[in-house]
Structure formats: structure tokens, C-alpha cells
């Protein structure tokens, strides 16, 4: 039979799902966006006419407040990677604080 086939993900760290609401900052203005996604090093946001690639903008989520740079462009989603990472423990104090908001809502 055929060789099966293999997914190999380009990313260097594994992401998290998250549905957070967030601000984009970028040159075409603030943005409102869905935070989908996130690692230490970047984030996936779901949003309507999304920045291009190259493009520098800022990501406010919860308590994580990081700059960065859109690697990728959807019609509905863009990708940023970050200037630096983030660390571990901040990523798990912002899942945290959004299962605490899923299940007082």
C-alpha cells in the first residue's frame, strides 16, 4: 500500500484553543478580535478584514500585552507571532481566568 500520510506543523511551539475577546492595535487602527489560539510564541485571531502580513500590531488579552508581527492573512484570521515570548505561567493564569469566566457565565 501507499505510505501514509504525515501532517508536520510548521509551528515550533504547540497552541492552546482559547475564545477570548481582544484588541489588535495595528496601522489601520484598533481592531476587536477573537483570541482562537495561542503559544509563547504566537497567537491565532479570528477577525473581519484582518492586517496584512508584515504588518506590526499589538495584542491586548486578559493580562497579556505583547508585540508583534502578522506572519499570515485569511479572509476572517491572521496570524502574529510575537517579539518575545511569552512565558509558560502567564499563558496558564490567562486559560485559567477564562475557565473561571466560562463557568460563572
Not at 510548521?10 to 476587536?32: F, S
Not at 492586517?51 to 505583547?66: N, T
Not at 491572521?78 to 485559567?96: A, K, N, P
Request: overall charge neutral; charged content about 20%; glycine content about 8%.
Amino acid at each position: 500500500m501507499g505510505q501514509p500520510l504525515i501532517h508536520l506543523d510548521r509551528r515550533a511551539t504547540l497552541r492552546e484553543p482559547l475564545a477570548l475577546a481582544a484588541q489588535l492595535d495595528c496601522v489601520g487602527g484598533v481592531k476587536i478580535c477573537t483570541l482562537q489560539d495561542i503559544s509563547k510564541t504566537g497567537a491565532r485571531l479570528d477577525l473581519p478584514n484582518p492586517p496584512w502580513p508584515g504588518e506590526c500590531a499589538a495584542l491586548k488579552a486578559g493580562d497579556i500585552d505583547v508585540f508583534g508581527i502578522i506572519v499570515w492573512r485569511s479572509h476572517a484570521a491572521c496570524g502574529l507571532r510575537f517579539d518575545h515570548e511569552i512565558r509558560e505561567g502567564r499563558l496558564i493564569e490567562l486559560h485559567q481566568n477564562v475557565a473561571v469566566i466560562a463557568a460563572v457565565s
